[in-house]
């Protein structure tokens, strides 16, 4: 059977950077640890005054097609995923669409868009679509293109403030990919949760604290799904495990609960026994509550052991390189953790082809994903292509008062007029509206 996967990835950050630690705690009053420690953040990114989702979007996807010779012709499919969009019906897609025919001869008339959305889990979604349209043979020998753009903003003084991102992840799905193949098998945890939405509103709504739990309980259901069609998994069976990232103080939470799920039943809990006991079972217990406390006391000393230190610092902390740098994209974010575990083993001069990643992606709402990825003989050429770290040192660094000024700019309610920080250079920028309130784009060579 043909292999379907990711070919090819591009990454396009905000090209305007805030400070955590030196401009946003202060401005705060908090100690800068709360931020580079507690939620493992050290900056976001923000969009100049003349980008958005669109130009993000279109962007990456710009530089993908170049780099990889394609034309119009040989995309048959764009689906964006974002939670940004501006347009209740018009999708993003189509405005990156109308980018991309500027710079290229012919048009992608022929080509099916869309925009997806169901929070941050949109993006692995439109991957699934992009790999089923595939595989049913309706692609008539062409390729998907799916992009995840989105700017992360929260309501100013907002416990999330500091969690917020702006950027762009353009990824070709084909056939015989070069970066990593998908696999049939996966698993889902999904319920009706109000944990975090946008009731026809821009800036999230959020319960903090039940937020995090609905994360771990789908993860953790989704976890159980994949296993009852892949079969137990075990610590040793991923090279990497990106999960979603809207910080990577989230990610240290999800990380202790898999890996206490893997290893359950196994030599290493016997092992690990020896020093910290057996794992709770909820039969001993005569109430759930009982339970939930010695699991959490459990987690504690888990996490602390070296057998679990040494697991975290190979398999999931480089997943988190990129994110700590950018904060939260949404749809974006679990598979800039895909390219940031790529990228640093392709630094250490790691093969993993024919290896595994789990990929664990999550949405508000909620739902979650969990499914195998193997690595392609490409992909270390593919990766070397990323241009991520130089975006990341060229960002304008922002004052808090130019912070606060590009908050407004992004804000949909308001209309904000800003200079940009930074100058337009082969990239599509936002120019204005249109007679209908439609934003006009232009490129700039």
């Not at 439109?126 to 992009?147: F, P, T």
Request: hydrophobic share 35%.
């Amino acid at each position: 059977m043909t292999a379907v996967g990711i070919d090819a990835i591009e990454i396009w950050t905000g090209k305007l950077k805030l400070d955590l630690a030196e401009t946003f705690a202060p401005e705060k009053g908090e100690d800068p640890e709360k931020y580079t420690k507690g939620l493992g953040l050290h900056a976001s990114s923000f969009p100049d005054a003349h980008e958005d989702i669109v130009t993000m979007g279109a962007n990456a996807a710009h530089r993908l097609m170049d780099r990889k010779g394609l034309r119009p012709d040989d995309i048959g499919r764009i689906d964006v995923a974002t939670e940004s969009s501006f347009d209740n019906s018009k999708p993003v897609s189509t405005y990156i669409a109308g980018c991309l025919e500027q710079v290229y001869d012919g048009d992608f008339h022929h080509a099916n868009k869309g925009e997806r959305k169901f929070a941050c889990i949109a993006g692995t979604q439109s991957l699934d679509d992009a790999y089923n349209w595939i595989k049913a043979g309706r692609n008539r020998g062409r390729a998907a293109l799916v992009v995840a753009t989105d700017t992360a903003l929260y309501a100013r003084g907002d416990p999330g403030e500091a969690t917020q991102g702006a950027g762009a992840v353009a990824m070709l799905i084909t056939e015989d990919p070069d970066l990593v193949e998908l696999s049939t098998e996966q698993g889902y945890g999904s319920a009706d949760e109000t944990d975090f939405l946008k009731p026809n509103q821009q800036f999230p709504s959020v319960d903090g604290k039940r937020s995090m739990q609905v994360y771990l309980a789908r993860m953790r259901e989704a976890l159980e799904d994949y296993e009852s069609v892949a079969g137990d998994s075990h610590p040793d069976d991923f090279a990497y495990v990106p999960f979603h990232t809207p910080f990577p103080g989230m990610v240290r939470k999800a990380a202790v609960l898999a890996y206490r799920h893997m290893i359950r039943d196994t030599p290493i809990e016997e092992a690990l026994a020896e020093d910290i006991g057996f794992q709770p079972r909820e039969d001993d217990f005569e109430d759930r509550e009982a339970y939930e406390e010695a699991i959490r006391d459990h987690m504690d000393e888990l996490k602390a052991t070296d057998a679990y230190r040494e697991w975290y610092d190979e398999v999931i902390e480089p997943t988190l390189d990129i994110s700590r740098e950018v904060g939260n994209w949404y749809t974006g974010s679990v598979h800039i953790a895909r390219a940031a575990a790529l990228k640093r083993a392709a630094e250490e001069g790691r093969d993993l082809a024919g290896e595994v990643l789990g990929v664990g992606s999550y949405g508000s709402g909620a739902q979650a994903e969990i499914h195998a990825e193997t690595v392609a003989d490409g992909w270390k050429d593919e990766i070397e292509q990323l241009n991520v770290d130089e975006q990341i040192a060229n960002r304008y660094d922002l004052s808090f008062a130019e912070y606060e000024n590009v908050h407004d700019r992004h804000n949909h309610d308001k209309t904000i007029e800003m200079e940009d920080f930074t100058v337009p250079n082969g990239e599509f920028v936002f120019t204005g509206r249109g007679r209908m309130n439609e934003r006009i784009y232009d490129y700039v060579a």
